[in-house]
């Protein structure tokens, strides 16, 4: 273990390298997020000042449903006034869907039927037809979320309030600013003031930002980098134009089959970890090699 620069700033470093986005969003399909606008903590659940032990016990039981709970508040930190509110998000990349509702009581998050919800079902809130444009913006964790993310964060609370939230660790530090587009779950990354809103008008009209996007969380990761290489070579931004067919994984190579109208098309992805160990994250104790997924091939069948 080296010792650490307390001005270091890992997201600066990752653009000096020129760390490639694609392929880089922590790969989830279930997403709890809970409503809480109080200081949350290095880990967000388990610091921040929920009642009676109740953020490790969500924890626990959220991992055992392969559930990702993240803490959310506005930013403005105004909270809902009738009581706690919830949402619950499928990131499966084909359906999608989101649901909400409002606790009055904290302790009934425990409550709520996660498994269900790790498996793709509806826990059973309420369907919520709207988007999340979720802005990490998680200090304690990481000091790029907060310097790069508030201004994210507060350019979208202007033009887009009901749907911008601030929001716990989210994964990909150095590529702050973060975003998480929920119930899409598309993570989007090195985002300032100007690009988050160009993000943001693009999804609300089904479109994709390929310079920002940095994958879909329903897709392990080197399916995330096939699917960029493949919306890059073919200009197509449509959110929906591009379906999964089949993924193959042979030790390191993945090669996966897009359907895109009536074509489809095969890309191969070859995963590797980079000679040199670095710090990836402003808190990081220890250096790591950055992973890289390199299209070695496209074509049509």
């Known amino acids: 273990m080296t010792s650490r620069d307390p001005a270091f700033r890992c997201a600066g470093a990752s653009a000096l390298r020129d760390d490639p986005l694609a392929g880089t969003a922590s790969t989830v399909r279930a997403f709890l997020l809970v409503e809480h606008t109080g200081s949350w903590g290095s880990s967000a659940l388990r610091d921040a000042r929920l009642p009676d032990g109740l953020g490790p016990a969500l924890v626990r039981l959220a991992a055992a449903a392969k559930v990702r709970p993240l803490l959310v508040r506005r930013p403005d930190r105004r909270r809902h006034q009738d009581g706690l509110r919830v949402f619950a998000a499928w990131a499966h990349p084909a359906r999608p869907w989101l649901e909400s509702t409002v ?8 409550d709520l039927d996660l498994a269900a919800l790790g498996a793709g079902r509806s826990p059973g809130l309420t369907p919520y037809d709207g988007t999340l444009l979720c802005v990490c913006t998680h ?40 975003a998480l587009v929920l ?3 598309l993570y989007y990354g090195r985002l300032d003031a100007v690009s988050a809103l160009g993000v943001a008008r693009g999804h609300a009209a089904g479109e994709l930002d390929l310079d920002h996007l940095r994958g879909r969380s329903g897709f392990a990761m080197p399916v ?29 190579v993945t090669v996966v089959v897009f359907a895109v109208a009536a074509a489809e098309w095969e890309v191969t992805v070859h995963t590797t970890l980079g000679d040199d160990l670095v710090q990836l994250t402003c808190q990081a104790i220890r250096d790591n090699p950055v992973p890289h997924h390199e299209v070695t091939g496209i074509r049509r069948r």
Do not use: K, M
């Open 139 to 178: 200090g304690r964790h990481d000091a790029c979320c907060a310097e790069r993310g508030r201004p994210v964060a507060a350019a979208l609370a202007r033009a887009y309030p009901e749907e911008t939230w601030e929001v716990s660790h989210i994964g990909g530090d150095r590529f702050a600013g973060n």
């Open 103 to 110: 606790l009055a009581d904290p302790h009934t998050l425990l």
């Open 224 to 252: 995330q980098a096939a699917e960029l290489a493949l919306r890059r070579q073919l200009a197509e931004t449509r959110n929906d134009a591009v379906r999964l067919v089949s993924r193959a994984v042979d030790g390191d």
């Open 183 to 185: 119930p899409d779950g």
